[in-house]
């Protein structure tokens, strides 16, 4: 089920946005009415879409945005004065973050819901996909370390190096990244 933090100060309006996001979408929906709340909330749970209904008048909206933006994986939809949009689509489109002026129809509203989800979606995705690739990366460099090691130690060349440390993998049951790590413990210490 998607989690949405809906942000609004106004009771009335956060009670609306409310009804129509339980109109056309199964959520789990939290409030929050200050920003200071909404970040405490961000930092606690995953939400698929964050909605930031303007004006908070003493509070730093855009600030929060490109935090939230930055931050998570939560897709971000700003919902605003009309002359406030224009500045914020400029500053927020870059990061992702949609913006959807005041007054709006619930088609649109709908659409920019769904747009934010699907966003979310995607970035979730290529967040996972840079963690693997992050990780085998380390491996990678790890190992490298390891060969080194074992061609300064052991005199191996570097096809014998990748053989052991290959073979070591497969007799005991370990990965290649368990493996180096025990070489570099044992020549390095």
Known sequence: MNRILLVCAKENSAQ???????????????????????????????????????????????????????????????????????????????????????????????????????????LSELLQENRKLHSKLEELKLVSRAKAVLIEYLKLTEPQAHRYIEKQAMDLGLTRRQVALNILKTYES
């Not at 002359?83 to 619930?106: M, N, T, W, Y």
Request: aromatic residues 6%; proline residues 6%.
């Open 16 to 122: 609306t946005l409310e009804a129509l996001l339980n109109d056309f979408l199964q959520a789990e929906i939290v409030r929050a009415t200050q920003l200071q709340q909404a970040q405490e909330l961000l930092s606690q749970h995953i939400f698929r879409l964050v909605i930031v209904n303007l004006p908070f008048h003493s509070e730093n909206i855009e600030a929060f945005a490109l935090g939230a933006a930055e931050s998570t994986a939560s897709g971000i939809l700003l919902l605003c004065p009309q002359d406030s949009a224009q500045h914020l689509l400029e500053r927020c489109l870059p990061q992702g973050i949609l913006v959807l002026p005041k007054p709006f129809s619930q088609p649109m509203f709908v659409q920019s819901v769904y747009l934010g989800l699907s966003t979310s979606a995607r």
